[in-house]
């Protein structure tokens, strides 16, 4: 099976601007989680979408958004970004039900000038 | 929110020795992973252990679990250069697909 794919995987825009990043889940994975890294809050829980629906959200301003299309595709959503979004943008698919052991895709490196 | 954290920080080795990490957390969890990051990538799914196991085995890797203690270690034998990277343990609550995770071990492995 093909991993998880995530499109693109550099970005570069300017405060204030929005951006939108792309997951493709393993096959047969209806759970798609997004993770944002960075080196000083370390790995933090976004929200997680599950068969189109929003089945679990982080502590993260409304300015992150996300939805999930009906082949399980996600998409996320930051806008009127800020310097302090530059991160590593990281989706993780699973199937159901638990244990839920999550496959990483490669990240988007998201950087705010 | 509930966080696992490792400890130590940072670990730096000859290869064929053994890496010890240990990772804590605060509350009842429905399991708890190990994942591996080799430099800022994404993250390498290593071992899942229940609330019910006590240890488990995956090839070089030792994972074991103590609830009563609300920690986890995980074990790497005989490492490899190739075993240089970031792990990270994160924990699952019940009813829940959301990984909560620590702060992560930078273990580097001298050839």
């Known amino acids: ?113 | 929110s509930q966080q696992g954290e490792e400890d130590p920080q940072a670990l730096s080795i000859q290869e064929g020795e053994n890496a010890t990490m240990n990772c804590s957390y605060k509350t009842s969890i429905n399991n708890l992973q190990w994942y591996r990051q080799n430099s800022g990538r994404g993250l390498v799914h290593l071992i899942l252990i229940r609330s019910n196991e006590r240890e488990k085995h995956s090839g070089r890797l030792r994972v074991t679990l103590d609830t009563s203690k609300k920690s986890s270690s995980l074990l790497i034998t005989a490492s490899r250069a190739a075993d240089t990277a970031s792990y990270f343990c994160a924990t699952v609550l019940y009813g829940n697909n959301r990984l909560a995770f620590g702060k992560g071990n930078q273990v580097v492995v001298i050839p």
């Open chain 1, 1 to 113: 099976k093909a991993g998880v794919t995530q499109t693109p995987r550099y970005l570069i825009k300017t405060r204030g601007q929005q951006v939108t990043l792309s997951c493709s889940p393993i096959s047969g994975h209806r759970s798609v989680s997004w993770y944002q890294q960075t080196p000083g809050q370390g790995l933090q829980f976004l929200f997680e979408y599950f068969s189109e629906t929003q089945r679990n959200k982080g502590n993260f301003p409304g300015r992150f958004s996300g939805r999930q299309f009906s082949n399980s595709r996600s998409e996320m959503n930051v806008s009127t970004l800020e310097l302090g979004d530059s991160a590593l943008y990281l989706c993780a698919s699973s199937s159901d039900p638990a244990p839920y052991e999550q496959y990483f895709g490669p990240g988007t490196r998201l950087t705010v000038t």
